[in-house]
């Protein structure tokens, strides 16, 4: 008799798994940008911002100062912060979302922000 409720039970379980509609099962998140930061050290100018879960696995980031230095040499792929040795407290920075790993690098994102 108990091993007939485990059954009828399990089975009732996955019934409800298999009608329960895929986005109900999906996690949900909060809406969230990117959160730049940009804070004055002693060392210059420390530049923070969220990776995002929706973020594709090949992005990368671009750090612009003023909108025409580009702090980084590349796109920065395993970090989300980098430290601008030149800036101050006068620049604004931008971040450019690049999409790495094909021929050209495709501009998705630009956002700015004063420190």
């Not at 929706?54 to 040499?73: C, H, L, M, Q």
Request: glycine share 6%.
């Amino acid at each position: 008799m108990k091993f007939n409720r485990i059954v009828l039970l399990t089975l009732s379980t996955l019934f409800c798994l298999l009608l329960t509609p895929a986005h109900a099962l999906q996690r949900q998140m909060e809406y969230l940008d990117r959160g730049l930061v940009a804070v004055q050290t002693a060392s210059g100018v420390f530049v923070s911002w969220r990776y995002l879960a929706t973020d594709d696995s090949k992005v990368g980031f671009n750090i612009y100062r003023d909108g025409k230095y580009k702090v980084n040499f590349t796109p920065l792929t395993s970090t989300t912060n980098t430290l601008d040795t030149q800036g101050n407290t006068y620049f604004t920075y931008r971040y450019r979302i690049e999409r790495c790993g094909s021929r050209y690098l495709r501009i998705r994102n630009s956002m700015g922000k004063h420190i």
